[in-house]
C-alpha cells in the first residue's frame, strides 16, 4: 500500500486530502491546488529506499546515530551543505511516530527523495510529517520561482538528516521543526507563501510584479495654476516670461586682470569706466587706464611721490580723469594726452570720493568736508557743502544733475539739491555703519539705493523727492558698492565678509536672483561697462574681474547702451593682462 | 519578389526599436498630461512637432530633468522587457488624495504565460517565434498615426474629466518584474489607486512587439 501512494506523490489533491487529516492548521489549503507535479524521475528506487527506511525507523527512533549519520553522508556529497538539523526534538514515542509518518512520507517530493536513496543503505530515515509539510510549501514555491528548485534540494536533505530524530514527533513538535527550518535556509514559511499568495489571489495582483514608484518628490510648479484660465487662454502670455526665455544669470568672470598694489581701504573709490569704454583703476601710486576696446594697459600716472591715489572718476565725456590724492590734492588728466591739466587744493585731508555733474567736480575728504569745484575757471572752488562730520566716502551725482547723494563714516546719508547746496535736502540716519554703496535708480529718477558697512548691512531705498524710506533689504554682509542695472529692474551689489560675493536683486520685489561668490576677499570696488551689460569688480585680493551679469538678450535691441559694445566685445577677447 | 521582401524588412521593428517607440510615447504622455492637467503653468510648455501634432513638452529646467532620470530608468527597463504597466497618479497636494490616475499597460508580445518562465521574455531571439499573438506588420507610419489617436484622446479627455483646483503633484508608477534591477530613487508602492473612481479604457497602438492601453481613472465630482 505504501509503495502505490509514494509512486504517485506528485498529486497535489490527494496530498492535500491526506494532510488535511491529520494536521490542519500547518496546511497551506487555499495554495495546494497550485501544486506541481514534480517529474518523477527515479520513481522506482524511492519507493524501494522509502520502504526500507521506514522498517529501519523503528530500529532507531531514539538514537542519537541518526543525527551522527547524516553528518557523514556531507562528506561523501559535496552538494549538501546544509545540515540544518536545528533543535529536532527527541522523539517520543516511536510507535505512534511510525504511523504518523506513513501517513506523511507520500507526497514527497523527488528532491528529498533522491536523498532517501543514496542514505538508504546507511541508516534508514524516517521522514516526518514535518518535512513533508515544509516540502509541500517549497514545491509550491517552485513552481513560481523556478531558481529555488536546488535550494529545495538541499532543504530535503536537511529535514532528511534530522528526520531520525524527528521520527515520532507529535504534531507540535514538528511546527517547531518547520519553523528550524525555515530560519536556516532563510525561506518564507509554507505559512507566509500561502497567505501571501492567497492574499494576491484575491486582490488580483501577481506575485511575479512589484510596483515601484519613483520617489523623488516632483519639483514644485512655480506658480499656482487655474486650469480655467488654461482652456481658453491668450495666445502669448501677456507677462509672464516663458521658461526657456527666463533669464539665466553668467556666474563666472569673463576676465580676471591682475590689480597688485590695490590699497585694501573701504573708503577709496579707485576704480571707474568710462563712457569711452576705458577702465582706470588705482593701484597704490599709480593709475592705470585699461582699455576695454583694444585690451591695452597705459600708465596713467606713475608713483606720485609721497602720497596714493585716494579716488578717481572719469568726467562725463570720458576725455578726463579726476584723480584724489592722499595730500588732499585734486588733480585732472587728459588721458589721450597723457598730460596732467591742473591741481586744485582746498582739501586738508586724503580726498576719498568723488563725482562729476558736466563741468562740475564734487569732492569729499577725510574730514567730511565736500567741495564743489567748477573745473573751467580759476577760481575752481564754487561751494562748501557740509553736513557730513566722518569721511566722505560715497558720492553720488544723480543722472540729470538735479541732486546729489553723499555718505559717509558718519553713519549718515546725505541728499542735496543741487540748487541750494548749503544745507542738505534730507539727512538719514538709518544706517548703523559707513555708507560708502550709492546709486541712483535709472529708470525711476527719485530713487536712491544705498548700503551700509559691516555693522549695518542693509540697503536701503529712499524717495528722493519726498525723502520716505521706501525699502530694505538686510544683506548679512558689509555692503561695498551699489549698482542698478540699465537693462534689467536689477540691482547688483558687492559685499565683503563673509562671501565676498556679487549679489544680484530684483527691484521692487527684492528677491535676490543670485548670490556670486566672487572674490577670495572682500570686493573694494564695483563698476558698470557702458553698455550696462559688464560689472568689474576690484577686491582685496589684488584682481580685477568682470562679470557679465546683466547680458542683454539676443534680439531685445533696446540700445541703451553707449557706443563700442561690440568693439568692446572683440577687445575682450584679445585682451591681456593689467601687469 | 525582392522588392517586397526588401520594404517589409525596413518596416519591421526589432523590440529594440519597438521599447524606444514605447519609451518615447510614454515620455511625451507624461509631459501631456502634466500640461493638460495642469500639474505645471502652461507657460513653462513648448510646442514640439510629433506625431503629426503640437507636442507641448516642458521645458522648465527642473521639470525636464525630473522627467529624464524617470525616462531613463525606463527605457532600460522597457529594454529588457521588464513592464507591464506605467502609472502617473495626479494627487492633491493638500489632502493628498489621489485623484487621477493614467494607466498604461504594456503588453510584450513575445512574453510567454505566468506558468512558463518569465524570464526568458526578456531575451530578444525569443520575442518573435514564441510570440502568443501574432503581431500584424505594421508601418511605421501606422504606428504614429495609432499613437497620435492617443494623444488627440488624452487632450480630448479634458472635457469630460473632473476640474482639478490646481494645486497638484504627480507620481509615476511602474508594474515591474520581481526580478528587475531596481535603482535606488524607485522604491515599492501602493498601486495608488482611486477609491470609488470611475474609469474610461482610451485607444491602443501596437508595434510588432508591444501592445500600449491607456486607461484613465478619476474621482467623481461629489
Known amino acids: 500500500m505504501a509503495t502505490v501512494d509514494v509512486c504517485t506523490p506528485t498529486k497535489g489533491r490527494l496530498f492535500t486530502t491526506k494532510t488535511a487529516g491529520g494536521r490542519m492548521p500547518l496546511t497551506p489549503s487555499p495554495k495546494t491546488s497550485n501544486y506541481q507535479p514534480t517529474p518523477p524521475s527515479i520513481h522506482s528506487t524511492p519507493t524501494f529506499a522509502q520502504a526500507l527506511s521506514r522498517s529501519g525507523v523503528r530500529k532507531s527512533a531514539k538514537s542519537n546515530i541518526a543525527r551522527d549519520s547524516p553528518r557523514r553522508l556531507e562528506l561523501g556529497l559535496s552538494d549538501w551543505t546544509l545540515t540544518g538539523t536545528g533543535t529536532p526534538s527527541k522523539p517520543r514515542s516511536t510507535q505512534a511516530g511510525v504511523s504518523t509518518a506513513t501517513q506523511s512520507s507520500r507526497p514527497r517530493p523527488k528532491s528529498s527523495v533522491r536523498i532517501a536513496y543514496n542514505a538508504a543503505d546507511r541508516f534508514i530515515p524516517n521522514r516526518s510529517a514535518s518535512e513533508a509539510i515544509s516540502n509541500a510549501g517549497t514545491a509550491k514555491l517552485d513552481t513560481t520561482t523556478p531558481k529555488r528548485r536546488p535550494r529545495s534540494a538541499q532543504d530535503g536533505s536537511a529535514v532528511l538528516s534530522s528526520s531520525a530524530a524527528t521520527a515520532g514527533l507529535s504534531l507540535n513538535d514538528r511546527t517547531a521543526d518547520d519553523e528550524d527550518d525555515d530560519k536556516n535556509y532563510s525561506k518564507p514559511s509554507p505559512n507566509t507563501v500561502a497567505y501571501e ?261 542693509h540697503i536701503h531705498f529712499w524717495n528722493s523727492t519726498s525723502g520716505a524710506r521706501v525699502n530694505s533689504i538686510d544683506t548679512g554682509s558689509q555692503v561695498t558698492s551699489l549698482r542698478w542695472s540699465t537693462q534689467y529692474k536689477e540691482l547688483a551689489s558687492t559685499s565683503g565678509f563673509p562671501d565676498n560675493s556679487i549679489s544680484i536683486w530684483s527691484y521692487p520685489s527684492l528677491v535676490k536672483n543670485i548670490e556670486i561668490p566672487a572674490h577670495e576677499s572682500r570686493v573694494l570696488h564695483s563698476c558698470l561697462s557702458p553698455d550696462g551689460q559688464t560689472l568689474a569688480t576690484a577686491a582685496a585680493d589684488e584682481s580685477l574681474k568682470f562679470w557679465k551679469v546683466f547680458e542683454k538678450k539676443a534680439g531685445s535691441g533696446s540700445s541703451s547702451a553707449a557706443a563700442g559694445v561690440s568693439k568692446k566685445v572683440d577687445g575682450m577677447a584679445a585682451a591681456r593682462t593689467i601687469r | 519578389m525582392s522588392a517586397e521582401k526588401e520594404k517589409s524588412k525596413t518596416h519591421k521593428l526589432s523590440l529594440k526599436g519597438s521599447s524606444k517607440i514605447v519609451a518615447e510615447f510614454f515620455e511625451y504622455s507624461i509631459n501631456t498630461i502634466l500640461f493638460q492637467r495642469g500639474v505645471y503653468p502652461a507657460e513653462d510648455f513648448t510646442a514640439v512637432k510629433k506625431y503629426g501634432l503640437n507636442m507641448l513638452v516642458s521645458s522648465d529646467d527642473q521639470v525636464k530633468a525630473y522627467i529624464k532620470k524617470i525616462m531613463s530608468q525606463l527605457n532600460k ?91 497638484c503633484t504627480f507620481n509615476v508608477l511602474v508594474y515591474a518584474d520581481a526580478d528587475s534591477d531596481v535603482p535606488i530613487e524607485w522604491g515599492d508602492s501602493d498601486a495608488k489607486e482611486i477609491k470609488n473612481g470611475e474609469k474610461v479604457q482610451l485607444r491602443s497602438f501596437s508595434t510588432s512587439n508591444h501592445r500600449v492601453d491607456t486607461l484613465v481613472s478619476y474621482r467623481l465630482g461629489e
Open chain 2, 77 to 167: 527597463w522597457m529594454l529588457g522587457g521588464k513592464i507591464s504597466k506605467l502609472v502617473v497618479v495626479i494627487t492633491n497636494k493638500d489632502t493628498g488624495e489621489h485623484v487621477e490616475r493614467w494607466q498604461f499597460d504594456v503588453q510584450i508580445f513575445g512574453k510567454n504565460s505566468k506558468s512558463k518562465s518569465s524570464r526568458r521574455s526578456g531575451d530578444k531571439e525569443n520575442a518573435a517565434p514564441d510570440a502568443t499573438e501574432p503581431a500584424p506588420e505594421k508601418t511605421e507610419q501606422e504606428i504614429q498615426n495609432e499613437i497620435q489617436s492617443i494623444f488627440r484622446q488624452i487632450t480630448a479627455s479634458v472635457t469630460f474629466l473632473p476640474m482639478l483646483d490646481g494645486n
Open chain 1, 197 to 457: 499568495s492567497s492574499i494576491a489571489n484575491a486582490c488580483g495582483v501577481s506575485l511575479n510584479t512589484r510596483i515601484l514608484a519613483f520617489k523623488p518628490a516632483p519639483p514644485e510648479s512655480s506658480k499656482p495654476i487655474d486650469l480655467r484660465s488654461q482652456y481658453n487662454r491668450p495666445l502669448k502670455p501677456a507677462n509672464a516670461l516663458s521658461a526657456q526665455l527666463r533669464r539665466r544669470i553668467l556666474t563666472s568672470p569673463e576676465r580676471v586682470l591682475d590689480a597688485p598694489n590695490i590699497v585694501d581701504d573701504y573708503y577709496l573709490n579707485l576704480l571707474d569706466w568710462s563712457c569711452n569704454n576705458q577702465v582706470a583703476i588705482g593701484l597704490g601710486q599709480s593709475v592705470y587706464v585699461w582699455s576695454a576696446d583694444s585690451g591695452t594697459v597705459s600708465p596713467l600716472i606713475e608713483d606720485i611721490p609721497e602720497t596714493y591715489i585716494s579716488s578717481l572718476k572719469w568726467s562725463g565725456d570720458g576725455a578726463y580723469v579726476s584723480v584724489g590724492l592722499g595730500s588732499g590734492e585734486v588733480q585732472i588728466w587728459d588721458v589721450e594726452e597723457g598730460t596732467k591739466l591742473r591741481s586744485m587744493f582746498g582739501h586738508d585731508s586724503r580726498v576719498s570720493a568723488m563725482s562729476w555733474n558736466k563741468h562740475t567736480l564734487t569732492t569729499g575728504s577725510r574730514t567730511g568736508a565736500l567741495h564743489s569745484h567748477d573745473v573751467r575757471i580759476a577760481q575752481h572752488h564754487t561751494n562748501t557743502l557740509t553736513a557730513h562730520t566722518g569721511e566722505v566716502c560715497g558720492l553720488e551725482w544723480r543722472q540729470d544733475g538735479a541732486q546729489l547723494a553723499s555718505g559717509g563714516n558718519d553713519n549718515l546719508v546725505c541728499i542735496w539739491d543741487s540748487r541750494a547746496l548749503n544745507t542738505p535736502k534730507f539727512q538719514k540716519t538709518n544706517h548703523n555703519a559707513a555708507v560708502k554703496a550709492l546709486a541712483w535708480c535709472p529708470w525711476q529718477l527719485n530713487l536712491l539705493a544705498t548700503g551700509g558697512g559691516s555693522h549695518d548691512r
